[in-house]
């Protein structure tokens, strides 16, 4: 449950049970930057926090599994409970769920992955029903890292649901 950003520099992370996501500084591939991190591990043993490796954290009973990074730099993730795809803003920690329509409702989404020559088809994994919905995502999103690149000029042919 990790991903870069689209520089490559930064990691990312989410943690079902804290329903937290994290980030760490990268130097190289494989080279996290020291961070003392953020938690009550953190304040006791150094005596104080890293706030910026916390991107934020939900509350109530949702809980956080695979993620995967738009083109812009929002991270997405996929939400068991109160479930959805929630979508965080790096920059300032705000956070949006999208839920999905009544009739294809998963109580645990579990993942995002984008998709089609303009990687604006989102791939969605819901567990609980046992299916993977595809829809058209409100912004590119970043291909995987042994993806096949979109050609530029080119836009979404790839199969579609209504309603998704």
Do not use: K
Request: net charge negative.
């Amino acid at each position: 449950m990790w991903c870069w950003s689209l520089q490559g520099d930064v990691l990312y992370w989410s943690e079902t049970n804290t329903r937290q996501l994290h980030r760490r500084h990268l130097t190289g591939p494989g080279q996290i930057v020291d961070s003392m991190g953020y938690g009550l591990m953190s304040l006791f043993s150094s005596g104080s926090v890293d706030r910026w490796s916390l991107v934020a954290g939900l509350p109530g009973a949702s809980a956080l599994d695979s993620l995967a990074v738009e083109a812009g730099g929002m991270v997405c993730v996929g939400t068991l409970i109160d479930s959805g795809v929630t979508v965080f803003n790096t920059d300032d920690g705000s956070h949006e769920l999208y839920t999905l329509p009544p009739a294809l409702a998963d109580g645990a989404v579990t993942n995002i992955c984008f998709g089609g020559p303009a990687l604006s088809t989102a791939y969605i994994t819901c567990s609980q029903n046992g299916r993977l919905l595809s829809c058209r995502w409100p912004r590119p999103g970043l291909a995987l890292a042994f993806q096949e690149r979109p050609r530029s000029g080119t836009t979404d042919q790839d199969d579609r649901r209504d309603g998704v």
